[in-house]
Nanobody, 129 residues
């Protein structure tokens, strides 16, 4: 059974930092691209970052580029997201997602849940003063 379990969310002030983790199990972790997707209150899904099977390629939308860093430790079957310089607009539920290929494709258009075959339960990140 595939499981993706996120942790590390919480309440942080603007300008602060958080590090999310995603513990993966039930599949061969180092054969697949992974990513982070978020959903803010009342809004649709937004991709946050993607990483290839070996960490050699990473992708970010303009909204997170330069502030967020995705990484993975294949020996520990764990995905990470380091978030710095957090803004109010970063408030959302953050989901760890598994891709179906080793190298991710930059999403185009509206993000749908069926673009990734497994999702974690999500972890809340709230940026507030």
């Amino acid at each position: 059974e595939v499981q993706l379990v996120e942790s590390g969310g919480g309440l942080v002030q603007p300008g602060g930092s958080l590090r999310l983790s995603c513990a993966a199990s039930g599949f061969t972790f180092d054969e697949y691209a992974m990513g982070w997707v978020r959903q803010a209150p009342g809004k649709g899904l937004e991709w946050v970052s993607l990483i290839s099977w070996n960490g050699g390629s990473t992708f970010y939308p303009e909204s997170t580029k330069g502030r967020f860093t995705i990484s993975r430790d294949n020996a520990k079957n764990t995905l990470y997201l380091q978030m710095n310089s957090l803004k109010f607009d970063d408030t959302a539920v953050y989901y760890c997602v598994k891709d179906v290929t080793p190298v991710p494709s930059r999403p185009v258009g509206v993000l749908r849940r069926d673009m990734y075959d497994y999702w974690g339960q999500g972890t809340q990140v709230t940026v507030s003063s």
